[in-house]
């Protein structure tokens, strides 16, 4: 079984930074695209960005500029640095990851239980 733990949401002011992180454990052979996306209240999950193995990356276009996604690939853990939030950005954000558990068994998608990012104006 594979567990993705986020944490570093929280309550900022507009304008200010907060720095997710996600590490999956747990049974890994290896460990695809990682990433982030975000849910608000009333609207659908949207991608935030997304990191391949290979460190290509990719951002929704309301996020370019102002967040940065990076990975540790020996800790199978990713990060999401937002700079310059806005009330807009509030939502739960949830960690991605697409993982293979055994070198014989196709990759699967797991999902972390969300942190809390609230944005004050």
């Known amino acids: 079984q594979v567990q993705l733990v986020e944490s570093g949401g929280g309550l900022v002011q507009s304008g200010e930074s907060l720095r997710l992180s996600c590490a999956a454990s747990g049974s890994i052979f290896s460990t695809n695209a990682m990433g982030w996306y975000r849910q608000a209240p009333g609207k659908e999950r949207e991608l935030v960005a997304t990191i391949t193995s290979g460190g290509i990356t990719n951002y929704a276009d309301s996020v370019k500029g102002r967040f940065s996604i990076s990975r540790d690939n020996a800790k199978n853990t990713v990060y999401l640095q937002a700079n310059s939030l806005k009330p807009g950005d509030a939502a739960v954000y949830y960690c991605?990851?697409?993982?293979?558990?055994?070198?014989?068994?196709?990759?699967?998608?797991?999902w972390g239980q969300g942190t809390q990012v609230t944005v004050s104006s």
């Open positions: 991605y990851a697409r993982v293979r558990v055994h070198r014989w068994l196709r990759e699967s998608d797991y």
